[in-house]
């Protein structure tokens, strides 16, 4: 059973517009997420990342969101851009553990 | 971009035969990885090292072995391989172990087994 869960595949989103990707986790213990952008042929890239003991960390037009009681992090990409079009993944670890990674949610950014 | 080399990129192969993926890294980094990625699966961790030598299994271990014989190399075999190594296989590394540093992903090697 998968302890960190993207259940949205794939997410058109028009130029410009607000990209919200969605993340879900089992372990209530998880106390360090982050998201990485995976271009086709290309290898994850590191995006943003947020600890457990806050609830937002923002780089850019990234902010992460963390909401501990609800085990759910999002992503939100504000303004979309074309470039922004990529699959991401959420990764989730328990200090001392490695890394889990979600299944991935490919966004489309459409101009 | 972090110094990380794979090798091969690509490779087609035949059931049953062995299947070496090599990773080099130019940043000194301690902690290396090795990650399948598959649909819906995301990217899973086979073997990790925590130091030269010193090499551990992580969730999709079976089937595949490691070694680390200097900081810089990370080799990934496939004894026999099967169909379902199938695969999109990346090598990562992080100055930072068990999940509190950042991991820097290097380009990927896909294996086809026939």
């Known amino acids: 059973d998968q302890q960190v869960k993207q259940n949205s595949p794939s997410l058109s989103v028009q130029e410009g517009r607000i990209s919200i990707l969605n993340c879900d986790y089992t372990n209530s213990m998880f106390d360090y997420f982050l998201w990485y952008k995976k271009y086709p042929a290309e290898g994850p890239t590191f995006l943003i990342s947020?600890?457990?003991?806050?609830d937002k960390n923002e780089d850019g037009r990234f902010t992460v969101f963390l909401n501990k009681s609800a085990k759910h992090l999002s992503l939100h990409i504000v303004p979309s851009q074309p470039g922004d079009s990529a699959v991401y993944f959420c990764a989730a670890s328990l200090y001392g553990q490695n890394f889990v990674f979600g299944p991935g949610t490919r966004l489309s950014v459409l101009p | 971009d972090a110094g990380i080399t794979q090798s091969p990129r690509h490779k087609v192969t035949e059931t049953g035969t062995p299947v070496t993926l090599r990773c080099h890294q130019t940043?000194?980094?301690?902690?290396m990885y090795w990650y399948r990625q598959d649909p819906g699966h995301g990217l899973r961790l086979i073997h990790y090292?925590?130091?030269?030598?010193?090499?551990d299994k992580g969730e999709v271990s079976d089937g595949y072995s490691v070694s680390r014989s200097k900081t810089e190399d990370f080799l990934l075999t496939l004894e026999s391989a099967t169909s379902s190594q199938t695969s999109v296989y990346f090598c990562?590394?992080?100055?930072?172990?068990?999940?509190?540093?950042?991991?820097?992903f290097g380009e990927g090697s896909r294996l086809t087994v026939l």
């Open positions: 947020i600890s457990s003991i806050k």
């Open positions: 090292s925590y130091g030269v030598k010193d090499t």
């Open positions: 940043e000194n980094h301690r902690y």
């Open positions: 990562a590394i992080s100055e930072q172990g068990g999940g509190t540093g950042e991991l820097f």
